[in-house]
Structures are given as C-alpha cells and as structure tokens.
C-alpha cells in the first residue's frame, strides 16, 4: 500500500518510525529554516513528520541514555552553507548522531545537519528511507553540491568507515582523510566548521572487528566489544566545536595544495581532540577551552 504524499511522490512503500513526535520537538522543526511545502515535504524529500519523530529519539538518546556535553556550539554559522567536519568513531556512528542533535537542540535557532551516509546504508531496507525522509542521503559528490547551493549544512567525516573501525587503544586518533570534502568546499564557497567528538570509543569499546562477517551482510565490518554485540554502554559524551576555517580556490587545485589544506582541517581537529580528552579526564576546565 502506498503511503500518502510520499508514496504519491516516489512511488514506493513509506514504513514511518512508530514513535510518536513531542511537542518542543514539532515547534523546532516548524523554526527549521528549510522550504518544506503544504505538505511537510521539501524539495529533496525531506519529510517534516519524519524529522520530528527523528529527532524525539535521538534526544532521548543524546541527553538522557548518553550525557552529551557540547561546547562551541556558537561556532556554527546559524544561516547559510557550511559544512561540519569531524573526527568518526564508536563502532556504529554514534557521533553521527550526536551531531545531528546538537546543531538541533543546542542552537537557537535550529539547524538542520544533513550527513553524507556511507553507500552501504542506502542498501538496507526501511532505514534508507527514514534516513532520506530525515535529510540523510548517500554521500555522493552531487548530492552534496546540490544541497550547499541550496544553502545547507553537510556532515562529513572524512575518516569514512575507517574511523568507526578504530579499535579501543586508537579511539581518539585520527586515520587518512579523503579529498573530497575539501574540493567540495572550494568550488562552493563553503566554510569548513571542525569538531572534535570524545567518547564514542568508550561507549562502544572495540577489540575487532569482522570483515569477512560484515561482507556477508552487506556492510564494512561488524564490531566486536568485550560483550560481544555492539551495543553501546551510557558514558558521558563530549562534542567540541572549532571556529570556521575558510579557504581560498575553486577546488581544481594540484593534490598537493588540497592535501596541505587538509591537513590544516586534520591538525585542528586533533587540537580539539586534545582539549576534548583533556576535559574528559579532569586535566582542563572549561574556561580553558581554545576553540579556535
């Protein structure tokens, strides 16, 4: 059966999250800055009633089952296009997530973060859909250049799968960064907002990882913690964001002055790593944060 307007509009069976959404959440979304239509649709098919039951969950799991705190928030630019640079790991993307929420709940107004989601999720059934419904779409280079002219904010973690893949003892490092993003940012005049996410190693602790496993199933590996399943355990979680970094060029540049550029990008997310692990662990305050 056909679901309403979205199954009008695609043409495919649309399974909605069962969750019923609050009603704080439904007044942010209406304060969204983002064209939905009379039918809480916008022009990419992002769905106004699929965010906002969404966003109920991921509240509950980034305030209350996790205690996220987030710092620098003022850093990201509260209209226009950007793009949120950061650091991946926890096994099974939490930090995506955690993300997500912040640039929802923690800004005033609230922002929409749209990821670019590994190519494998767009295989899975049902959560494909909710994740597109919800503004998450498949990282492909137009995909995203269609969304920055449109004058949205992209998520992009440049460590790909890697990132999540990091075993327990190399949870707050940082493996090779793909190019993509920052030539992305050159020819649309982006700014690039980096973050630092501290916690996610700790929450989902691994100790392997099973490619051939995950293979099977149709993704990059499956994660193994001392319990087994991935299942996350509650820890605090913090979230540090940096001031924007702008860059000059059209993003036709040689690899090797994209590659300086991103390991500018990778430096300063190190730094807010750095000051993330350090706050983490009592050895600065607060009012020692640098940010910039």
Do not use: C
Not at 30 to 42: A, K, T
Not at 63 to 83: C, D, H, L
Not at 108 to 119: F, H, S
């Amino acid at each position: 059966m056909k679901s309403g307007v979205l199954g009008k509009l695609y043409g495919s069976d649309v399974i909605p999250l069962p969750i019923k959404a609050s009603a704080d959440v439904l007044e942010r979304v209406d304060r969204l800055e983002v064209p939905f239509n009379r039918h809480g649709i916008d022009r990419f098919g992002v769905s106004k009633a699929e965010i906002a039951r969404g966003y109920t969950v991921a509240r509950w799991f980034a305030q209350s089952y996790f205690k996220t705190s987030v710092y620098g928030v003022e850093n990201i630019p509260p209209s226009g296009r950007a793009m949120l640079v950061g650091n991946h790991s926890g096994g099974v993307a939490i930090d995506a997530m955690i993300v997500l929420a912040s640039t929802f709940f923690d800004m005033n107004p609230p922002r929409l973060a749209q990821g670019m989601a590994e190519k494998f999720l767009n295989r899975v059934p049902v959560i494909s859909e909710i994740l597109s419904r919800m503004g998450q779409f498949t990282g492909l280079p137009e995909h995203a250049v269609r969304l920055l002219e449109d004058e949205r904010m992209l998520l992009v973690f440049p460590e790909g799968a890697r990132g999540t893949a990091k075993l327990y003892p190399e949870r707050d490092s940082l493996v090779g960064f793909g190019t993509g993003f920052m030539r992305l940012a050159l020819s649309t005049g982006t700014p690039v907002v980096p973050f630092a996410f501290i916690g996610g190693g700790e929450a989902v602790p691994t100790v392997a990882n099973l490619v051939q496993l995950g293979k099977l199933l149709g993704v990059p590996y499956i994660p193994v913690t001392p319990w087994l399943l991935p299942l996350p355990r509650p820890v605090d979680l913090q979230l540090l964001y940096g001031e924007p970094m702008v860059f000059e060029g059209t993003g036709r540049e040689e690899d090797h002055v994209i590659r300086g550029y991103v390991d500018q990008v990778k430096a300063r997310i190190q730094r807010l790593i750095s000051q993330g692990r350090a706050l983490r662990e009592g050895r600065l305050q607060e009012s020692e944060l640098e940010l910039s």
